[in-house]
């Protein structure tokens, strides 16, 4: 890919595996730096390491408030600005609600929703003043289908579609482009808590994508002209039936 996001900082959520490394590797092989935002200091450490200087490491608990309203700060302090904000980060619960622990639940609610909201809550003023940003945040085909075997995960998934197409109309007149990318089943460690038979018909009959593809599908939303704005694209592997 061209350098077409030379002199821009990224920050990655979720960055030390996954859709959110795949994604921070295109980044910087179109030319930006990417701060990678994990609370897994070993993971985030060998992922910088094989990335080079341009892999800025910001280790962060999104589950800990104090913790994750220092993402902005962490990144300026890093890096000096911040041009792409990638909400990434995520967790899964399937199977029938009944079954849930409501601690599961709170974490996963907190870490899919509120942790999204807060980190552009926070990095918006930044972008704002600059009059120029991109806020991406990894949303799902759930939050466009009810999905019956995961309704809490299928829950989060459509309240921060309604929050990124609501606050994108709050924030493109300060020339601040918002979207959604949203997968359908990626091969990541999400996919552990699937329930078993589904996720064996889905491996069987190839109804799975990788995160480059997830991730080539950001770098797009990233690399449009400014007078464009994709705001959701729904990512499916071909064989997927929904």
């Known amino acids: 890919m061209a350098q077409e996001l030379a002199g821009k900082v990224a920050a990655v959520t979720g960055a030390a595996s996954g859709i959110g490394l795949a994604a921070v590797e295109a980044m910087i092989g179109a030319g930006a730096r990417v701060v ?59 199977g029938d609600l009944i079954e849930a622990d409501s601690a599961v639940i709170d974490r996963m609610l907190n870490l899919n929703v509120n942790a999204v909201m807060k980190n552009v809550h926070d990095v918006l003023p930044h972008m704002i003043e600059r009059g120029t940003g991109d806020i991406i945040v990894t949303g799902s085909v759930a939050g466009h289908f009810p999905v019956p075997w995961e309704p809490v995960y299928a829950a989060s998934k459509w309240a921060i579609n309604c929050f990124v197409q609501t606050t994108r109309r709050q924030v493109n007149k300060h020339g601040i482009r918002m979207g959604a990318v949203s997968p359908g089943p990626v091969v990541s460690a999400l996919l552990a808590d699937w329930p078993e038979e589904n996720l064996k018909k889905a491996k069987e009959s190839g109804s799975l994508i990788e995160p480059t593809e997830v991730a080539a599908a950001v770098m797009f939303m990233l690399t449009r002209p400014r007078n464009v704005t994709i705001r959701d694209m729904i990512v499916l592997p071909s064989a997927f039936d929904m």
Request: proline share 3%.
């Open 36 to 94: 990678l935002v994990d609370r897994d200091e070993a993971a985030l450490s060998a992922a910088c390491e094989k990335l080079g200087d341009a892999a800025i490491p910001l280790v962060i608990d999104l589950l800990n408030p104090q913790s994750c309203a220092t993402l902005l700060s962490g990144v300026l302090e890093k890096a000096g600005q911040l041009d792409i904000l990638y909400a990434n980060a995520g967790s899964y619960i399937g």
